[in-house]
């Protein structure tokens, strides 16, 4: 019997949140290789998965139905979540971008 290679393990568990098919496909492509990875088109499915796992850190859109990527990343911290956040969109201007950057610690 030949020796089996190693079981690579992926480094630290990150959350796609993006209700964009496409984004989400290429944000994974991107990731895959080094992360463990989760997707989520919904972002109150992703909250509540969030609390539960704990994931190093967050790609969200801000632009998104139910909560948004600001709204999203308020609740992550009320939870206690200190998961690091990465936000995306492709609106040119937000209302909330000082809001955001105030507002989201961490």
Partial sequence: ????????KKGPLVFVVDDEPNIVTLLLRVLEADYEVRCFSDSKKALAAAIDANPAALVVDYLMPELNG???????????CPCAVLMTTGVPELPEGPVARKGAPG
Avoid at 70 to 80: F, M, P, T
């Fill in 1 to 8: 019997m030949s020796p089996t290679a190693p079981e690579m």
């Fill in 70 to 80: 600001v709204e999203l990343i308020r609740a992550l911290r009320h939870a206690n």
